[in-house]
């Protein structure tokens, strides 16, 4: 039974991309999950994400843990009726650090081919200027695109509508791939059915 087949008989695949069940037969994949640090610690909901990691790696791929310190700046919009509160930088760097102290507890960071590394999408956001984000990333997705997610059109029409800052939310996730593609050879992202539309924007 390989990685696909184990997870598919565990009920943890709702959507996959076409290509994905090849890619992980033909070589050892770097696949990445990202994790919200809007409270210095994981919850329930972390847990089937954290276990398609843990079998990744058990499959002898390379889990990456992404933990948003830039994502957490804007929220996510998926399933949310309001925009959720800001958190300041201080607050959101320590809650980086306690996630990163328990997502050590369940990965083998052990060095080796599939060793498991964590990330901080802060880190290449920091030296991004807006200019350079909407001119080299801005250009290549659409509003009609960014429009037709199921999360946007639904906080549209609802009462308290949609920042800006939401909005653009896709945008920074889909960035995380193209960055992880290019300078860690992530060829893969996982996460729950909610971000389903934020992962096809990376692609």
């Known amino acids: 039974m390989n990685l696909i087949e184990e997870l598919r008989w565990r009920g943890m695949i709702q959507d996959i991309m076409p290509g994905t069940e090849e890619q992980l037969a033909k070589e050892v994949t770097s696949a990445y999950i990202g994790f919200d640090p809007t409270a210095d610690s994981l919850h329930i909901g972390s847990l089937v994400p954290i276990l398609l990691l843990v079998h990744l790696q058990k499959a002898g791929h390379k889990p990456i843990a992404l933990v948003g310190g830039a994502t957490g700046m804007v929220g ?75 999360s946007v059109r639904k906080r549209i029409e609802g009462e308290s509508g949609i920042s800006f800052t939401e909005f653009t939310y896709q945008l920074i996730q889909g960035y995380d791939f193209y960055w992880l593609y290019k300078h860690k050879n992530c060829k893969l992202q996982m996460g729950g059915s909610d971000q389903w539309g934020n992962i096809t924007t990376g692609t």
């Open 76 to 150: 996510d919009p998926s399933f949310k009726s309001t925009e959720r509160v800001m958190l300041s930088e201080e607050v959101l760097q320590k809650n980086v650090e306690g996630i990163k102290n328990q997502l050590m507890q369940f990965l083998d960071f052990t060095p080796g081919p599939a060793a498991a590394e964590m990330v901080n999408n802060y880190d290449w956001f920091k030296n991004i200027s807006f200019l350079d984000f909407i001119r080299d990333v801005g250009k290549h997705i659409t509003i009609n695109y960014m429009m037709s997610k199921d």
